[in-house]
C-alpha cells in the first residue's frame, strides 16, 4: 500500500489495520478537489520561491497526467494499494516526475488538504443541490399557474377546515424551497474559506502566501485560526441539515401524494411512469416514488445525527474520528439530489382533477367560519358568531345536509341578521375569494404572488 509516512515505523500496517483505517474506497469521489488544491498549492510554492518555476510546470504537467487516467477510470480503489485519495495522487505524481514530485507537500499536512478537498466538494455540491432545489420551484410554479381556480379543501388536524386553491397550497411548499435555497446560500457564504496552509494544526515555518492560494481556490479568504481550520467541519454540518430540511419539506409533500392519489381522495393521480404495481394485486397503481422519498428522509437525518454525535466529544485539533465525515454524508448527498429528481419528474407528470378537489371542499362544512364571518359583519360580535354557526352546523348533522342547502327558515330561526344573502357568501368560490389578505388563497393574491416566484426563477436563470 501506497503511504505518505513510515519513516519512524519498524514494520508494516497488518493488513487488517491497513483496511480498518484506509479511506480510498470512498474519498476518491474529491479527487478533482484534491488536484485543485494540490495544483493552487504548487503553484503558491511556485510564488514564494520554494520551488523552482521549472519545478512548478513539471509537478502541474504530472497533476494533470493523473487527472486524466483518474477521470479514464485507470486505477483501482483499493485498500491494498492506496490508503486514501492523496496518497494516490501523490505517489502517483512522483512516479511520473520523479524525486520532484515529493516537493508538491512541502508546507502542506494531510489534514488541511483533507478539509479543503472536503470544502471545496461541500461547495460543489451545494450549488448541484441548489440547482435541483430551483427546478422544484420551476415545476411547482408551473403547476401553480394552471390552477390557480381549483379549489380544495384545506386541512388542520387532517380534517377538513376553510377552502384554499391548489395554487395557495403549492405555494406552500415553494416558500418551504425558498427557505432552502436561503439556507444553502448562507451555508456557502460561511464555508468559503480557504484553510490550506493551516498544516497539521500550527500553520508552517515556510512563508507561505495563504490569500494567493485562497484566490486561486475561489475562496474569498484563508480561515483565521490553523487549528480551527484543521479541525472544522461546520460546513459538512451545515449542508447536512439544510439537507435534512429539504428531505423533511419533500417528505410532507409526499405524504400528502399517498394521500391525494388514493381512491378515498382521488385528487391527483401519477403517470404510469413515475409508478409500480403489484405482484399479486393487478388493479395497483402504487406510488412508490412518493413513498420512498419519503421513506429516505430518515437516512439524511441519520448522517447528520452521526457526524454531530461523532464531533461532539473531540478535543482540538485533528483527530482521525474525523474520517467518518464522509460516507454518510455522501450518501446523504446522493440521497437528496435523487430525491429531489424524483419529486420534479413526479409532480411535472402528474394529473389533477379539479372537480373531485372543489366537490371535497364543498363538503366537511369548510364554510362554516364565513358563515360566522357574515354574522359578524352584520354587527354581531365573533364569539357570538361562532357559536351561531356551530349550532347551524349541528342542524346541518340532524337533517342530513351542508350549509349551503340548510333552508333560510333555519339560518333566521338561529339569527334574525341572516338574509338570502347568506347563499351568495358561502359558496366555496366566494369563500376562497373573499380570503384576500397579504399570502392568502385568493385568485387575485396568488396571481400576484405567482409574479414574485416567476421574477426569482428569472433571476436564478440570469
Not at 200 to 221: E, I, N, V
Not at 249 to 255: A, D, I, T
Not at 423 to 437: G, H, K, L, W
Request: proline share 3%; aromatic share 8%.
Amino acid at each position: 500500500m501506497a503511504q505518505l509516512w513510515g519513516g519512524r515505523f519498524t514494520k508494516a500496517a497488518a493488513a487488517t489495520a491497513a483496511a480498518f483505517t484506509s479511506s480510498i474506497t470512498f474519498d476518491h469521489r474529491f479527487y478533482h478537489q484534491d488536484i485543485q488544491g494540490s495544483l493552487a498549492h504548487v503553484k503558491m510554492l511556485a510564488k514564494q520561491g520554494i520551488v523552482t518555476e521549472a519545478e512548478r510546470d513539471q509537478i502541474i504537467a504530472g497533476l494533470q497526467a493523473v487527472e486524466e487516467d483518474l477521470d479514464k477510470g485507470v486505477f483501482s480503489f483499493t485498500p491494498d494499494c492506496y490508503e486514501d485519495i492523496h496518497s494516490l495522487v501523490e505517489a502517483e505524481l512522483i512516479r511520473r516526475v520523479g524525486d520532484v514530485g515529493k516537493k508538491l507537500h512541502t508546507g502542506r499536512s494531510r489534514n488541511d488538504q483533507c478539509v479543503t478537498d472536503m470544502k471545496l466538494y461541500t461547495l460543489y455540491e451545494a450549488k448541484e443541490i441548489r440547482a435541483a432545489l430551483v427546478h422544484w420551484i420551476d415545476v411547482l410554479v408551473h403547476i401553480m399557474d394552471a390552477h390557480v381556480y381549483t379549489f380544495m379543501p384545506g386541512f388542520t388536524h387532517m380534517q377538513k377546515a376553510q377552502p384554499v386553491t391548489l395554487a395557495h397550497h403549492l405555494g406552500a411548499y415553494v416558500e418551504m424551497a425558498l427557505r432552502d435555497v436561503s439556507r444553502l446560500d448562507d451555508m456557502m457564504h460561511r464555508a468559503n474559506t480557504c484553510p490550506l496552509g493551516a498544516a497539521a494544526l500550527a500553520g508552517t515555518s515556510y512563508p507561505l502566501d495563504r490569500a494567493y492560494t485562497a484566490q486561486l481556490l475561489g475562496f474569498d479568504a484563508p480561515t483565521e485560526n490553523s487549528m480551527d481550520s484543521v479541525s472544522d467541519r461546520d460546513h459538512i454540518c451545515e449542508l447536512l441539515f439544510v439537507m435534512s430540511m429539504i428531505a423533511m419539506h419533500l417528505s410532507r409533500f409526499c405524504e400528502e401524494v399517498v394521500m391525494w392519489t388514493s381512491d378515498e381522495y382521488q385528487f391527483m393521480v401519477m403517470d404510469d411512469q413515475w409508478s409500480t404495481g403489484s405482484s399479486i394485486m393487478p388493479q395497483k397503481k402504487n406510488s412508490d416514488v412518493a413513498e420512498l422519498i419519503r421513506g429516505k428522509t430518515g437516512r439524511v437525518y441519520g448522517a447528520l445525527m452521526g457526524i454531530l454525535t461523532m464531533l461532539k466529544g473531540l478535543p482540538l485539533a485533528f483527530n482521525s474520528d474525523m474520517q467518518e465525515d464522509k460516507e454518510g454524508f455522501f450518501d446523504a448527498i446522493d440521497t437528496v439530489k435523487g430525491c429531489l429528481g424524483a419529486a420534479s419528474g413526479m409532480l411535472a407528470t402528474a394529473t389533477f382533477h379539479p372537480d373531485r378537489m372543489r366537490k371535497s371542499a364543498a363538503g366537511g362544512f369548510t364554510n362554516a367560519t364565513d358563515v360566522a364571518d357574515y354574522l359578524v359583519k352584520k354587527g354581531m360580535p365573533f364569539r357570538d358568531a361562532h357559536s351561531v354557526a356551530g349550532h347551524l352546523v349541528l342542524r346541518c348533522l340532524e337533517e342530513g345536509c351542508d350549509l349551503d342547502h340548510l333552508p333560510l327558515s333555519e339560518y333566521q330561526a338561529a339569527s334574525p341578521l341572516f338574509q338570502q344573502d347568506i347563499y351568495d357568501v358561502i359558496s366555496v368560490e366566494a369563500c376562497v375569494d373573499a380570503r384576500q389578505t397579504y399570502g392568502g388563497p385568493a385568485p387575485e393574491v396568488m396571481k400576484k404572488t405567482l409574479e414574485k416566484y416567476h421574477a426569482w426563477l428569472a433571476k436564478q436563470e440570469a
